[in-house]
């Protein structure tokens, strides 16, 4: 087994020159304030042991991170009906792309795309009113990791809800076409208090947990999901948890993942640990620079990569 410890610290001295890396997303406004001169890096184990580099104690905003929350309610509440309103394919577009939307009617390639993730937030708003969906995608996410103190960061988001634009072009498109219920504005009003979710890696790190364990959270005992939904999670993340970057970050790093505009990663190796990065310079696809390389290089000196080491 490698000394887990010994491998952070080395990813985290050798990229702390290049820390500031990347573009820091400046289309919601609020995130465009953030530092780029930070790093952090969480690793949790099944067996229960943390580890961490650089600032991964500090909240950042994971933005998309949280479609894999959101998901993960929809599944239990509508369990496979849900592929009716969203697809499974990567989608090989910008993660705010239209243009797939109208060939294809109204229903998004995937979950995680903007137009798959809107359409996930109205199907866990059905018989709530926005603010208990809220309310219980904040619950859910504190119960997973384990931690009261995670919130939703109110200035992030009204910054998006003032420039979301896009995300109002996308979500009426689907209305169009019946695809989504729920007035838009409250639909977008969820979807962006889910983005504004504030964690830190270590808190992301344990709360994604239960995927890298067979759907069950080994350090709290709470089973979350079946074994089986787990993987079939774990297999969206890897074919479509990076936009157009997604087969880039396979090939580099090998492993289940997904990116949010804040900075952060998300990543799974699946039986052994979750992993999250964070750094808010991104690269040209929207995904975190050297969260995208200090993933790559836990891969390569663990080999925990899911295409063998
Ligand atoms: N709230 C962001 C948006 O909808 C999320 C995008 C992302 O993190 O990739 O534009």
């Known amino acids: 087994m490698v000394d887990l410890q010994a491998v952070l610290d080395s ?13 820091v997303a400046d289309y919601i406004p609020e995130l465009a304030k953030i530092d780029p001169n930070q790093f952090g890096m969480a690793v949790v184990t099944v067996d229960g042991k943390v580890y961490r580099a650089g600032d991964a104690d500090v909240p950042f905003s994971i933005q998309s991170i949280s479609k894999v929350f959101m998901l993960t309610l929809a599944l239990g509440k509508v369990g496979e009906g849900l592929w009716k ?8 577009s910008a993660f705010n792309s239209i243009v797939q939307l109208e060939h294809e009617h109204g229903i998004p390639r995937n979950p995680f795309i903007n137009a798959g993730a809107i359409a996930v937030t109205d199907v866990v708003m059905a018989g709530h009113a926005p603010r208990e969906a809220i309310g219980e995608l904040l619950r859910f996410v504190r119960y997973l990791a384990d931690d009261e103190s ?8 009204r910054s998006e809800t003032q420039t979301g634009y896009r995300n109002f072009a996308l979500a009426n498109f689907m209305r169009a076409y019946k695809n ?13 208090h889910q983005c504004a979710l504030s964690m830190s890696c270590e808190q992301l790190a344990r709360a994604g947990l239960f995927l890298a364990a067979r759907g069950s959270n080994p350090m709290t005992g709470h089973s979350v999901v079946s074994p089986k939904r787990a993987r079939r999670i774990n297999a969206l993340m890897l074919t479509c948890g990076h936009y157009d970057g997604s087969g880039d970050f396979a090939y580099h790093v090998g ?9 952060g990663i998300f990543a799974v190796a699946p039986g052994v640990a979750s992993i999250a990065a964070w750094s808010p310079g ?6 975190s620079q050297l969260g995208a390389v200090a993933l790559e290089m836990l891969a390569a000196r663990t080999g925990w990569s899911v295409f063998g080491d």
């Open 11 to 23: 990813i985290y001295k050798e990229l702390t020159p290049r820390i500031g890396e990347g573009k």
């Open 85 to 92: 309103r969203v697809g499974r394919e990567p989608s090989g």
């Open 150 to 157: 995670v919130t939703i960061d109110e200035k992030v988001a």
């Open 180 to 192: 989504i219920d729920h007035p838009v504005e409250h639909v977008l009003g969820v979807y962006f």
């Open 255 to 263: 492993l289940p993942g997904k990116s949010g505009v804040g900075g």
């Open 282 to 287: 991104l690269n040209k696809v929207g995904n």
